[in-house]
């Protein structure tokens, strides 16, 4: 917003030639008008900046965050289905005993999660099978293997939790779990960071003796060759339609886990366009205002033979050339923030990586391009409807 003053003439004059070339006449003037005063031309155009930097920068972080999403879910994720409860009391044990017997289903994983303190910080436990484990997820031992991981005496540790703990194969874990009581299994293996599992693997024979109600979180499905499309209307059919249970493919859980990100999207679009709408409000008064200053010119020019279509041209085009510039600096702001921001975000988010969208902000600019015409009908008709011999001796 300092720097607006200084940036509007380069960018009035880069625009004043365009508007020569296709008005003539009216495309200078109208470049002379919003050159006259700079400070007035950028605090017109700083409603419409601080709008659009608002709407761009969050528009690129939320696409950003999007396609992190999907890449998250696409890295991690191989099984065909995820069959979770819509509820918060989890799934029966014996849904996952049910699908892995169906026709269809290769394999069926059940996850149990449960909290414990280690060292006096909290982390996060999953039980499941290690041997079926890589067919519905891209897990990865980088010491040990995953297999020794059994009984009550050996777990697994992903490669951040045992870097943050100073962990590795052969080391004891203390494990203090909510019910109060503890444990001190054996790390047997290391497996690289998955965000499907969370920082410890465990059996479920070490797991469920510190559950309340033994449930399944998910249970995550890998179907046989040529039967995936035809898998979930059966699995709803074996479940017997139970409405709370859901059973999603890899694109459905990228939808609904990008969902709230678009939710909220748009709900700042639309607190946002309020900044839209004072923004049209201050190109008018500044417009209004010109028109009244320059009421003897405006005369001296219809004098001189400037037609009224020309007069609202000159008008209308000093608006557009207000409001693009006030668009291109809040696309630009806006852009830059959202690629700082992502750097902030790459050491908890390392799936983020930046996304501008080219065609919202195309729209981005046609709105600014809209806004500039708008705000213009009406300063312009009051112009070309000065009378010519009152304008002139206009004080």
């Known amino acids: 917003m300092v720097l607006a003053p200084l940036l509007s003439r380069p960018f009035v004059n880069l625009c004043g030639r365009l508007a020569v070339r296709l008005a003539g006449v009216s495309g200078k003037l109208a470049r002379e008008n919003a050159l006259r005063n700079p400070r007035r031309t950028a605090a017109t155009a700083s409603a419409l ?23 998250m879910g696409q890295q991690d994720l191989t099984a065909d289905y995820k069959v979770t409860s819509a509820g918060l009391s989890g799934l029966s044990p014996e849904i996952a005993r049910t699908l892995s017997g169906q026709p269809g289903v290769a394999t069926a994983v059940a996850l149990r999660t449960t909290g414990f303190q280690s060292q006096e910080r909290p982390a996060l436990a999953t039980a499941a099978d290690p041997r079926a ?12 293997s995953l297999t020794d991981v059994r009984g009550t005496t050996a777990v697994a540790v992903s490669d951040t939790y045992a870097r943050e703990h100073g962990l590795k194969v052969g080391a004891t874990l203390p494990m203090a779990f909510y019910d109060g009581k503890q444990a001190g299994p054996r790390v047997v293996a290391v497996y690289a960071e998955n965000d499907v599992l969370s920082d410890v693997l465990t059996s479920t024979a070490l797991l469920d003796p510190h559950l309340d109600k033994v449930r399944d979180e998910a249970v995550l499905l890998k179907a046989a060759p040529g039967r995936a499309d035809s898998l979930p209307e059966k699995i709803k059919e074996t479940l017997g339609g139970n409405p709370l249970i859901k059973v999603q493919s890899q694109d459905d859980l990228r939808r609904s886990e990008a969902g709230d990100i678009d939710d909220v999207l748009y709900l700042m679009y639309g607190l946002l366009g309020m900044a839209v709408v004072i923004a049209v409000i201050g190109v008018v008064n500044t417009l209004a205002m010109s028109v009244f200053e320059r009421t003897r010119e405006i005369g001296m020019l219809r004098a001189i033979g400037l037609a009224r279509r020309e007069v609202k041209r000159m008008v209308r085009l000093e608006s557009v ?3 693009m510039f006030g668009a291109v600096l809040g696309v630009g702001v806006g852009v830059f923030l959202a690629w700082s921001g992502g750097h902030l975000l790459r050491s908890s988010f390392p799936q983020y990586t930046m996304v501008v969208p080219w065609a919202r902000i195309g729209l981005f600019l046609l709105l600014a391009l809209a806004v500039g015409v708008l705000a213009a009908v009406w300063p312009a008709r009051r112009a070309a409807k000065l009378d010519v011999l009152e304008s002139i001796g206009a004080q």
């Open 49 to 71: 900046m601080i709008g659009l930097t608002l709407i761009t920068g969050l528009t690129v972080a939320a696409v950003s965050a999007d396609r992190g999403v999907a890449r």
């Open 133 to 144: 484990l890589p067919s519905v997820t891209d897990v990865r031992a980088v010491d040990g």
């Open 321 to 323: 050339m207000i409001a």
